[in-house]
């Protein structure tokens, strides 16, 4: 198992990048907290010590949540017991610190506050009508091709639009987000960079056009406003009664663009592939649609798209029976504490029927647990059961070769080619998205 870990998991290697779950496994050998000789890090596998760190935000601070050992700002303790001091100096150096995700309580409650606004009942009920008539909508146009690139076909656009929609995007506005996307200008945010930078090269692709869109609409809604959500946005105000200022607004756009829509597709890649080669398990979904929530579970369990995050020791503590100094970084590994053996019965096979899926780690714990965690669940049952509706057969195309994204934090296909046998369209399909 050692072998494995000669690999820098922090280098990219393609190996890892193909298969990460062996070098996660070989670190657990070590404990459930190691230190990997590479960079450092300390590397969180247990699901009761990822659920310690994560719930620590006294101890743990989240200004390198995305980057980890590369977030290109010192921490170096100089001798202190504590480095809060030192993370506030120097907060606006790190790389995509105006996001709300690496934000640290009292600001981060405030802002996940502003968020909320976008999830109540009523948003979310008209999100998932709008999720029904996008899913059959993208269907239509290649449901009777029998062949799809899942990806840049279904599950890109459907989750880019299900955002849009709920950041009250209007429908004029929709197909121009799509042109982006589909025209190649999809990137992903880069994190070494600013919203500011991305924003002043190429207005930051697909992300920044979100974010200008938004910030235009922003604008707007607040000398005339109306009765609708992005002025409910617009308006909203700070827990103390202060209003957010637009570009606190526009950062919010930008960021559930980024990580709702990227992590989102993946998992819904990671489905299709899961399905692609389980013939049975696919027949029984469309004989039993009841069935896909608890599948979208197990999905989130053993194929998280989120691999882990970071934290930064704040002061020394102690972890499990580890101690972590201060200043250093630490991943909390979702991928590794989702197939922990301590809490879940036969870690490594995909068991839907599971009594113990919900334990799972996709989404995080504590002050930062996901957000949008209600929204991927519905975005995925719903376009799950649209594609069982409508295709069958489904498999990987021949001669296919699936790559990964080279990524520290996330786990997900570039590309999914399936074929399938066309089904006959439903009666009650829903009518085009508007």
């Not at 006294?58 to 993370?87: A, C, K, M, Q, Y």
């Not at 993946?266 to 049975?280: D, G, I, V, Y």
Request: net charge negative; aromatic share 8%; with cysteine.
């Amino acid at each position: 198992m050692d072998d494995v870990l000669s690999h820098d998991y922090f280098g990219n290697d393609p190996e890892l990048v193909r298969d990460p779950y062996p070098w996660f496994e070989a670190a657990r050998e070590h404990g459930p907290v190691w230190q990997e000789p590479h960079h450092g890090v300390f590397i969180v596998t247990g699901h009761d010590d990822y659920v310690q760190v994560a719930g620590d935000t006294d101890n743990f601070s989240n200004i390198v949540v995305s980057l980890g050992p590369f977030t290109g700002v010192s921490f170096d303790p100089e001798g202190r017991e504590d480095i809060s001091d030192l993370i506030a100096a120097r907060r606006d150096q790190v790389p995509l610190s105006n996001m709300f995700i690496t934000f640290d309580p009292p600001r981060h409650t405030a802002h996940r506050a502003l968020l909320k606004r976008l999830l109540t009942p009523r948003r979310v009920a008209e999100n998932e009508q709008f999720m029904h008539r996008c899913a059959h909508e993208l269907l239509n146009a290649f449901a009777a091709d029998g062949h799809v690139e899942f990806y840049r076909q279904f599950a890109g656009p459907y989750t880019l639009l299900v955002v849009a929609d709920l950041l009250g995007i209007t429908a004029d506005d929709q197909p121009k987000l799509l042109e982006y996307f589909q025209g190649g200008n999809r990137r992903r945010v880069r994190s070494d960079r600013t919203m500011e930078e991305e924003l002043a090269e190429h207005g930051g692709g697909l992300i920044g056009h979100v974010a200008a869109l938004f910030e235009r609409y922003v604008h707007e809604r607040r000398a005339e406003p109306r009765d609708d959500i992005v002025t409910a946005i617009a308006t909203a105000t700070f827990p103390d009664g202060t209003m957010p200022t637009v570009d606190d607004l526009v950062a919010l756009a930008y960021m559930l663009t980024a990580a709702g829509q990227e992590t989102t597709a993946k998992m819904l890649c990671s489905a299709m592939c899961h399905l692609a080669q389980s013939p049975e398990l696919t027949a029984s979904l469309r004989a039993d649609p009841d069935a896909i929530g608890a599948f979208v579970e197990e999905i989130l369990r053993m194929l998280s798209p989120v691999k882990g995050s970071f934290r930064i020791a704040r002061r020394t503590t102690t972890v499990g029976d580890t101690t972590i100094p201060v200043g250093s970084i630490v991943m909390i590994c979702n991928t590794a504490a989702n197939r922990d053996p301590a809490h879940f019965a036969a870690p490594q096979a995909f068991d839907p029927d599971r009594d113990d899926m919900r334990w799972h780690l996709a989404f995080g714990h504590g002050p930062h647990y996901c957000i949008g965690a209600s929204l991927a669940r519905s975005e995925a049952r719903i376009g799950l059961s649209a594609i069982l509706d409508r295709i069958d057969d489904i498999r990987i195309a021949p001669g296919a070769e699936l790559e990964y994204v080279s990524s520290i934090n996330l786990r997900g296909l570039k590309s999914l080619p399936l074929e399938f046998t066309p089904s006959p369209l439903p009666a009650t399909s829903p009518s085009p998205v508007a």
